[in-house]
């Protein structure tokens, strides 16, 4: 029941049996962080955790790391770019 009042206003999307293409994206994330990142430390307790993860996201995955889908551009250097094209 609470699940329901937490996505009141959210279009709900739940994957088909043997359809794995709608979580691929977050799957290769979380894929990534463990193997980039996370396997690096002894994780002491949740507020460690989300240090670690804001850490990752923040410092590098977003501002360093090249991403495929962004034209092999950073998603930092990718939306720099495609706002001085607006621009233009």
Known sequence: ???C???EGFERSYSKKHYPWDNA???SFHSLIKR???NRFIIRN?????????E??????NTTRI?????YFSP???ERSYAQRRVS
């Open 76 to 78: 930092e250097e990718f």
């Open 5 to 7: 009042k937490a996505c």
């Open 1 to 3: 029941m609470d699940w």
């Open 25 to 27: 994206c977050i799957e």
């Open 46 to 54: 949740m507020d460690h955790a989300r240090r670690l993860i804001f």
């Open 56 to 61: 990752y996201i923040d410092t590098f995955y």
């Open 36 to 38: 980039e990142w996370l």
């Open 67 to 71: 991403h495929s889908a962004c034209d």
